[in-house]
């Protein structure tokens, strides 16, 4: 799970954030947000400023969050006040492919 995750937080380009649930959602585990903060403390030179909390807000305390201000606006992204500006900077990773369902025929309808 966590190298999934950590390859999520990984593929968000500079000058793009995605929140908690959303790197979740990438790596393929919805509602793992908790586990996307366990990764980003484990983790090793991971991008750790391009992810936000829900809407945007800066989560960290104190110093972290300035300096994570800081790093965000030194790769371009643009606040609203205390939130990045999402509809200019989220990434939104492609979605996987579902399955198409194989059409059956005549010969995988027979019966043995």
Known sequence: ?????????RAIPRGKVSTYGGVARAAGFPGAARQVAAA?????????QRVL??????????????EQ???LEAEGV?????RV???AHEFK???PKKAVPRPT?????KSS
């Open 1 to 9: 799970m966590r190298l999934r995750i950590e390859q999520a937080i």
């Open 40 to 48: 980003l403390r484990r983790g090793f030179e991971l991008p750790w």
């Open 53 to 66: 909390g829900a809407g945007g807000q800066i989560k960290l305390p104190g110093e972290y969050a300035l």
């Open 69 to 71: 201000r800081m790093r």
């Open 78 to 82: 643009r606040f609203r006040g205390r």
């Open 85 to 87: 500006d999402m509809k």
């Open 93 to 95: 990773p492609p979605l």
């Open 105 to 109: 025929t005549r010969a995988s309808r």
